[in-house]
């Protein structure tokens, strides 16, 4: 069973960043393989949850083996070609106002979620958006191993995410299909906006507001 620390005791470390816009989503520099960005105890044999920026020389390969699972859980348009796969990776990791981050536990990658502000993303033509507004995609191998860590990790990722004040909602899309996902966003805060069609996919719609995720954490 995991154990988590109350949300004043998580655990924020070391940060190098550039004077990108949105602070949460600055690219860090100084260091081949960066530090941690958050760390949380699972109190599971004293493992930890990690949150650190992906690093395309050591995860590609796992994304690639990831591809071919069946298990495999997306809400964006993740194409089977690792050429286009590293471009994607890439794209985030060169430009300003995109993250692309990556859960650990034991040094193996669990998650990956990116963050980027929602005007790079279609449903900034759809629904009323504000500054501070931000899209999450991810890439969840929804296993019976893993499965039980991801509510932990994504509060992890959210309370990183929420550390920032500029920060002040974050939206996710979800396909309808992924029943047991839409039950675990809407666990850790995630409210339902509107239900929509994107490439031939139905996606169910929902936000959390900064201010919301705070005063439930205090």
Not at 137 to 152: A, F, G, P, Q, V
Not at 153 to 175: G, H, K, N, T
């Amino acid at each position: 069973m995991n154990v988590i620390l109350p949300y004043p005791n998580r655990r924020i470390v070391g940060i190098w960043k550039t004077n990108h816009m949105h602070q949460a989503l600055q690219k860090l520099q100084g260091f081949k393989n960066h530090p941690p960005l958050a760390v949380q105890r699972t109190g599971e044999n004293d493992h930890s949850l990690i949150l650190r920026p992906v690093n395309l020389n050591q995860d590609l390969e796992f994304f690639f083996i990831w591809m071919e699972d069946p298990d495999l859980q997306v809400n964006w348009g993740l194409r089977e070609n690792s050429q286009r796969l590293a471009k994607h990776y890439q794209l985030f990791l060169e430009s300003e106002n995109r993250q692309s981050f990556l859960i650990e536990k034991s040094e193996q990658p669990l998650f990956q979620f990116d963050i980027f502000l929602i005007h790079f993303h279609e449903l900034y033509f759809r629904i009323p958006t504000t500054t501070g507004d931000c899209i999450l995609n991810y890439i969840i191998l929804y296993k019976n191993e893993t499965k039980h860590d991801l509510k932990n990790a994504l509060l992890l990722q959210l309370d990183y995410f929420f550390s920032y004040p500029e920060c002040r909602r974050l939206w996710i899309p979800v396909p309808e299909d992924q029943e047991a996902l839409i039950k675990v966003f809407a666990e850790t805060g995630f409210i339902y906006k509107a239900s929509y069609t994107a490439r031939q996919q139905r996606y169910v719609l929902f936000y959390l507001k900064r201010a919301d995720y705070i005063s439930k954490k205090t």
